[in-house]
């Protein structure tokens, strides 16, 4: 079955780094989405992503936060500068078309030090 | 703004035991209504998906919901449920015509007992 993939599973980076979490979504899904999730709190959502560009994102996807397809697979997304209070876990989700159910990754786990 | 409530964040139930898992939504359009798991050291799994027709509607490993649009609630329920159903639940609502973003609830966690 195919499946939602991202890595790495666990990304450790110092305060003012820039990182970059890959996501393979499924292949012939359209829709693709970041969400996080800080320890303790709820799923929130990032941002969706479309035919190229960004279709949705929220007050947390700020101008330090950037998504990209480079190709036919991957989805990424930059934080430019970490701050502490970007340790979460990280998931990424795609959907074949919009409004149905979103298929989810196993999570990266983002440690900002 | 959408929001979702779960009011349970912690149940603990014996096997075979029934369960309800309560979430309500905040908003008034039409909304697209969700269930995920998320077993021990797995990723969110779709249970079930409530978009229209039938409210009550039936998904994986016996788990069903209701959505009563009077109440803006879509319980999660069980007859009987199983050690193996230990897991977090996540309700999430999406808006039909307001983007594709599913807003989730806090979660509940629920271990079922021997």
């Known amino acids: 079955e195919p499946e939602v993939t991202q890595t790495p599973s666990h990304q450790v980076t110092q305060m003012g780094q820039e990182v970059i979490l890959r996501c393979v979504p499924i292949s012939n899904h359209l829709y693709f989405y970041w969400y996080r999730q800080i320890l303790g709190q709820k799923v929130e959502f990032l941002v969706s992503f479309y035919n190229n560009e960004i279709s949705e994102k929220s007050e947390i996807f700020d101008d330090q936060f950037s998504v990209e397809r480079p190709d036919g697979s991957n989805f990424t997304l930059k934080i430019r500068s970490t701050k502490l209070e970007d340790s979460a876990m990280y998931f990424c989700?795609?959907?074949?078309?919009?409004?149905?159910?979103?298929?989810f990754g196993p999570g990266t786990r983002l440690t900002v030090l | 703004a959408q929001s979702v409530s779960q009011h349970n964040h912690h149940v603990i139930l014996s096997e075979a035991a029934s369960l309800e898992l309560g979430c309500n939504y905040s908003y008034g359009g039409t909304v697209n209504l969700f269930w995920y798991v998320q077993y021990p050291g797995q990723h969110l799994q779709l249970l079930l998906k409530y978009f229209s027709g039938d409210p009550l509607v039936k998904g994986i490993k016996g788990f069903e919901a209701e959505f009563i649009k009077s109440k803006f609630s879509f319980n999660l329920r069980k007859p009987s449920v199983q050690w193996s159903d230990t897991a977090e639940y996540f309700c999430?609502?999406?808006?039909?015509?307001?983007?594709?973003?599913?807003?989730f609830g806090t979660g509940t966690q629920l271990k079922v007992e021997l």
């Open positions: 989700a795609s959907s074949v078309r919009e409004w149905i159910e979103q298929f």
């Open positions: 999430a609502v999406s808006l039909t015509g307001g983007g594709n973003k599913l807003t």
